[in-house]
């Protein structure tokens, strides 16, 4: 893979990644842009112990172009869009409408004396992983899900070590019922400067379980029982298994795990790396097979925390979608979204029986 990075026309930071050594990246960028947004705003809850991003400039990014307005294609001729290049592999590039960026701003210390304010330091990326702009991850061939993976594995690393981050996110949304705002097949990171919510929650319970056991791995025991019961397992491969959680939350949900417990992808090997993209792939066409469409997904990556607890974490792709059959989804109603309890329409056992005849 070959790595070349360049500026933007108002600064932002671009990266090719090419699956040809002699790929030639040499375009400028001919627009005219503004300066980038300063950074967003971050409060604190102090009756939740969480931080919010307050992202003003975000109300007016780009929303559902049509198809030849798209500016994650390549740019040809006249038609300039955020990539240069009149082709591309996989292109990570800063989000032009961050959440989190490193452009600070002075901020007041405090909007209550409970409601302490900071800036929202940290970076947010987008992950393009063609340039066809009809394509989706699940028509990738296995090769283009390697170079993504291995691009996301760069991205963790640079962005880990930047100075006051925590964590970092990778994660693809997909479809419109789920929210996107580009069709583009794509993919983002967030360099978060705190744990996130769901992130302390899973290494709380992995602490606990440490300490019960002798210094267990939680999550590898649960992917263990999972492997030797095989109810809920929908494939598998030498280093990989896709499996649908005993408690899932949504209708069709499917945690991938390496066999290895690893903190982060920058952590899997080659042999995982390259094992990796055909098991996803035959997933990701499970998922559109089960009611003949599209099926509007999130993809998400859990990484530990790039400075503690790393011992604690065991790297997986949390797989989901709303839609629990071909005319309905699944909303967040006043259960889920009010007090956090997820009521489930769908058995974790007939999901994953489903899935596996899909």
């Avoid at 452009?103 to 330091?121: H, N, S, Y």
């Avoid at 859990?302 to 997986?316: C, F, S, T, Y």
């Amino acid at each position: 893979m070959k790595r070349t990075a360049i500026d933007l026309a108002d600064g932002r930071e671009l990266i090719y990644f090419d699956e040809r050594d002699d790929a030639v990246r040499d375009q400028p960028d001919r627009r005219e842009l503004p300066p980038p947004p300063p950074a967003s705003q971050l409060r604190y809850d102090p009756l939740t112990d969480e931080w919010v991003a307050v992202a003003v400039h975000r109300q007016t990014r780009t929303f559902l172009p049509p198809a030849n307005e798209c500016p994650l294609d390549p740019s040809v001729g006249d038609r300039l869009t955020e990539i240069p290049a009149p082709d591309y592999d996989v292109v990570v590039f800063e989000n032009r409408f961050p959440s989190l960026s490193g452009r600070v701003a002075d901020e007041p210390g405090q909007i209550t004396p409970f409601t302490p304010v900071r800036p929202g330091l940290g970076r947010c990326e987008v992950v393009c992983f063609t340039s066809d702009h009809n394509a989706s991850f699940a028509s990738l061939p296995p090769s283009r899900v390697r170079t993504v993976l291995d691009a996301l594995a760069d991205r963790t690393e640079v962005l880990g070590e930047l100075p006051g981050v925590e964590q970092v996110f990778c994660f693809e949304n997909r479809g419109v019922e789920i929210g996107v705002t580009l069709h583009h097949p794509h993919g983002q990171i967030y360099a978060y400067p705190f744990v996130t919510p769901r992130t302390r929650a899973l290494l709380a319970a992995a602490r606990r379980h440490a300490e019960r056991t002798g210094g267990g791995n939680l999550y590898a025991d649960v992917l263990a029982a999972e492997r030797a019961t095989g109810d809920r397992v929908v494939a598998e491969n030498e280093h990989w298994t896709a499996f649908v959680p005993a408690a899932a939350r949504w209708p069709f949900e499917v945690h991938v795990a390496p066999h290895r417990a690893v903190p982060d992808i920058p952590a899997l090997s080659d042999s995982e790396r390259d094992a990796f993209g055909p098991l996803y792939l035959d997933l990701l066409r499970r998922f559109d097979g089960l009611f003949d469409m599209p099926m509007p997904y999130i993809a998400a990556w859990n990484q530990a925390p790039v400075r503690i607890d790393r011992e604690l974490g065991h790297l997986h792709l949390q797989l989901f979608s709303i839609r629990r059959a071909v005319d309905k989804l699944k909303y967040l109603a006043g259960s889920e979204s009010g007090m956090g309890v997820f009521i489930n329409d769908i058995s974790p056992e007939r999901a994953a029986e489903l899935l596996r005849a899909a």
